[in-house]
Nanobody, 127 residues
Framework: VQLVESGGGLAQPGGSLRLSCAAS????????MSWARQAPGKGLEWVSG????????TYLDSVKGRFTISRDNAKNTVYLQMNSLKPEDTGLYYC?????????????????????WGQGTQVTVSS
């Protein structure tokens, strides 16, 4: 299993970034996927999740209306479009694979239920 994030960088408050996560080594279309982040000096925080076919999404309250998760199963890639960025969005952003294939249940917001993680991509929001 390999997950490789990209697209992070420096953005001004109110700006936008689009993160990508390229997956390989497993049947991508069988798994729920999520994004999580870790701010400096804080723990890992789940941010957004998407089900295996992309028909359902869910978000942390603080990013609702600003972030959009999507996936392209033909490209084995999950995305996070981040708009109206705030300084508190600063952190290392990871994509993660849910531990169970072909899961028919809800999209989990518990980071401990994700078993494979990328190396992360840094997002810094500052003027």
């Amino acid at each position: 299993v390999q997950l490789v994030e990209s697209g992070g960088g420096l953005a001004q408050p109110g700006g936008s970034l689009r993160l990508s996560c390229a997956a390989s080594g497993f049947t991508f279309s069988s798994y729920h996927m999520s994004w999580a982040r870790q701010a400096p000096g804080k723990g890992l925080e789940w941010v957004s999740g998407i089900n295996s076919d992309g028909s359902l999404t869910t978000y942390l309250d603080s990013v609702k209306g600003r972030f959009t998760i999507s996936r392209d199963n033909a490209k084995n890639t999950v995305y996070l479009q981040m708009n109206s960025l705030k300084p508190e969005d600063t952190g290392l952003y990871y994509c993660a694979r849910f531990f169970h294939a072909n899961w028919g249940g809800r999209i989990s917001n518990r980071v401990e239920e994700y078993d494979s993680w990328g190396q992360g991509t840094q997002v810094t929001v500052s003027s």
